[in-house]
């Protein structure tokens, strides 16, 4: 297992890490030469673009946006389910449609209909006087990151139900039955019982999202293609590679993606196990 992952992981990230110390071209990559950590901190290195720096920015506030809503639907959701019904099979089948659908069809469908002339959203928000005109949802800067954030809570949000689902149907039913026989108030319940113990469950769910919002792509090239607003680390590591041809600043960008990854990850892992000790203390 461990040489399996070596092969098809660790060589591909070796290998980008040595064309980040080269100024390979796309259209030529085997004509390169060492230049050693240029692209990184050279003259137009990556960490010396503002561009990179607001993808970073565009990047961090996405992933944290749509994992907190997420979360918070895909609680409530769970709880819903959780209660004992006929309906429960088939709730839970309709929950997962919009993860099943493939994300960039999903951000074409949710871009036809957030389109400011023929989108039906638009069209019926104005008939109902919600707005006076139709709104540019993915073309406006300040409602662009809003509405690939909205998109991505529709599809996503039944993968955060049903991680929790599972978590909360591992709580021991004899904590409610005695919390139900001295009388605790259903909030006082979910608080000191429910949510301490689902929190575990909880964590890993968010760190999945996490890790993939902070490497989002396809939802953000589809709906807004490389817009600078909405600009997040995968869309410029691909603008530069296969728009600029820049083999090395483009690795160079995708090792910094995967720094970011890491240590945004590994912070939120050990902050989250030390709330989770906490909580079950």
Same mark, same amino acid.
């Given at each position: 297992?461990?040489?399996?992952? +070596?092969? #098809?992981?660790?060589? $591909? =990230? /070796?290998? %980008?890490?040595?064309?980040? &110390?080269?100024?390979?071209?796309?259209?030529?990559?085997?004509?390169?030469?060492?230049?050693?950590?240029?692209?990184?901190?050279?003259?137009?290195?990556?960490?010396?673009?503002?561009?990179?720096?607001?993808?970073?920015?565009?990047?961090?506030?996405?992933?944290?946006?749509?994992?907190?809503?997420?979360?918070?639907?895909?609680?409530?959701?769970?709880?819903?389910?959780?209660?004992?019904?006929?309906?429960?099979?088939?709730?839970?089948?309709?929950?997962?449609?919009?993860?099943?659908?493939?994300?960039?069809?999903?951000?074409?469908?949710?871009?036809?209909?957030?389109?400011?002339?023929?989108?039906?959203?638009?069209?019926?928000?104005?008939? +109902?006087? #919600?707005?006076?005109? $139709? =709104? /540019?949802? %993915?073309?406006?800067?300040? &409602?662009?990151?809003?509405?690939?954030?909205?998109?991505?809570?529709?599809?996503?949000?039944?993968?955060?139900?049903?991680?929790?689902?599972?978590?909360?149907?591992?709580?021991?039913?004899?904590?409610?039955?005695?919390?139900?026989?001295?009388?605790?108030?259903?909030?006082?319940?979910?608080?000191?019982?429910?949510?301490?113990?689902?929190?575990?469950?909880?964590?890993?769910?968010?760190?999945?999202?996490?890790?993939?919002?902070?490497?989002?792509?396809?939802?953000?090239?589809?709906?807004?293609?490389?817009?600078?607003?909405?600009?997040?680390?995968?869309?410029?590591?691909?603008?530069?590679?296969?728009?600029?041809?820049?083999?090395?600043?483009?690795?160079?960008?995708?090792?910094? =993606?995967?720094? %970011?990854?890491?240590?945004?990850?590994?912070?939120?892992?050990?902050?989250?196990?030390?709330?989770?000790?906490?909580?079950?203390?």
């Amino acid at each position: 297992m461990l040489l399996l992952l +070596l092969v #098809i992981a660790g060589w $591909p =990230l /070796a290998r %980008t890490l040595w064309f980040s &110390l080269t100024d390979a071209q796309l259209s030529q990559l085997g004509d390169w030469h060492f230049i050693g950590l240029d692209n990184y901190l050279g003259e137009y290195g990556v960490l010396m673009d503002a561009g990179w720096w607001q993808s970073v920015f565009t990047t961090l506030r996405f992933a944290l946006l749509s994992v907190a809503i997420e979360t918070v639907l895909g609680l409530g959701v769970a709880l819903l389910i959780n209660h004992p019904s006929r309906l429960r099979t088939g709730l839970r089948a309709a929950m997962l449609l919009p993860w099943a659908i493939p994300t960039v069809v999903s951000a074409k469908m949710w871009s036809w209909m957030l389109h400011d002339q023929f989108g039906i959203l638009n069209h019926y928000m104005v008939a +109902l006087g #919600i707005l006076s005109a $139709p =709104l /540019a949802w %993915t073309a406006d800067p300040n &409602l662009s990151l809003f509405a690939i954030v909205l998109v991505d809570v529709w599809k996503t949000t039944p993968f955060m139900a049903l991680l929790t689902l599972a978590a909360l149907q591992m709580v021991p039913s004899d904590c409610y039955e005695a919390a139900r026989v001295d009388g605790v108030k259903p909030l006082a319940v979910f608080w000191h019982i429910t949510l301490p113990l689902i929190l575990p469950g909880l964590a890993v769910a968010m760190i999945f999202r996490m890790l993939d919002a902070l490497r989002v792509f396809d939802v953000i090239y589809v709906m807004t293609s490389n817009a600078r607003e909405t600009k997040s680390m995968s869309v410029y590591v691909r603008e530069q590679l296969i728009d600029f041809q820049q083999v090395g600043v483009g690795s160079a960008a995708a090792m910094l =993606l995967f720094f %970011t990854i890491a240590v945004v990850t590994v912070t939120y892992a050990v902050a989250m196990r030390s709330r989770v000790e906490k909580a079950s203390g």
